[in-house]
């Protein structure tokens, strides 16, 4: 996989215990790696020495390596609660202080793993890189990597070990990406260092067709592109941060989603897959959703617009938009929305219920949305009608669907997802195969 051209490399260095460590680097060239590691790699001991002598096996080998890492096992959440016993409502600021300590503890002791097992090794923070985000706390974006200090430190030969999550921000102060931000610390680090090679351990194998929790033969994917990760990681296939492929996609980062406890080789997210584009390559289901109807809405412009500025206006994200035909003067918009915005949605939408001319609201909370994920799906005729005949067969119904170029989704009842999912993971033939 790497670039081989038949250069000799060898490098040694003194580490701090005084050993001298001589690395030979044979009839390979020499690659920058960035490797992350997500928090159940990390859990207890024996995972840190086993995320350690998987760093060592690239170091050794003669890579420069940069470690990216989250926060050991549930530590962010302990954290989390810690906060709320103190301060149920913790201004952002101090919230992101405390959370970005999960991940400093995570690399400092990482760092000392690598060193006691007689290699130089240097922890960094945010700060110390620096990596600059914009202002928000909590839910920040890296705006700019300086290059210079990781690059030094690379060149002394130091397995550089720096934390996720986390950036400054103007003010100087410590900010975060948002849960599960590691993922795009490192792709950031990739595309910022033009890293050759990205790999993000996480504790399944990959990106599957569908969750092996819900559908059993599921299977894992070689290859996904860009746009079809991103699609199945906003459709609750949590294994990557939705950021981390976007940047990836933007900056061409070819990213590895493997395990660190297998040696299974995992799955390529990258823009073009090798193999004619997959028909369908996934089928992911979010849970976390609630519909909405406003009944009786007056049939003349401008009432859309109302309704959804207000909602915009107190950033709730709206999904699936559905409007009935009109009849005599009146119609129906439903939409979808996650359920943690509905109490807010349907208390604006019932305080405003004039200006958008409703007569009244219904809500829907146990409902979820299935959808079927593939980039080839554009090209091809036939698609919907076949997830269509699927849930018809198993006798589930469809309360709303919405398509785009290389997605279908429909809304479901929540007790039928897992059927849904078998389903159409059935008929797309997506198992594999015993
Ligand atoms: N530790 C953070 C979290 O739990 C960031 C991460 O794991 O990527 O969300
Ligand atoms: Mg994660």
Redesign the pocket.
Known sequence: MYPRTFTYGLFARENKQGYLKICVNIGGKTVLIVKKF??SSLANKERVFNVANRILEDYIAGHEVIVVL??QGD???ELLDKAKEINPNPSRREMDML?AT??QQSVSLMAMAIESLGYPAISLNAYQVPMVTTSTYGNARLKKIDSDRIRTELDRKNIVIVT??QGINRYEDITTLG?????TTAVALAAALDADKCEIFTDVNGVYTADPRVVKNARKLDEITYDEMLELASLGAKVL?NRSVELAKKYGVELVVRSSLTREEGTIVKEECRMEKMLVSGVASDKDVARIAVIGIKDEPGKAFMLFSLLAKKGINVDIILQSVGREGSKDISFTLPTSDLKEAVSIIEGNLDRISGSKVEVDEDVAKVSLVGAGMASNAGVASTMFEALYDADINIKMISTSEIKISVLVDEHDVEAAMNAIHEQFKLAASK
């Not at 849960?179 to 993922?183: F, K, T, V």
């Open positions: 997500g928090g989250s926060a530590t962010t959440d959370l999960g991940e996720g999550f849960r599960g931000g590691s993922d941060h």
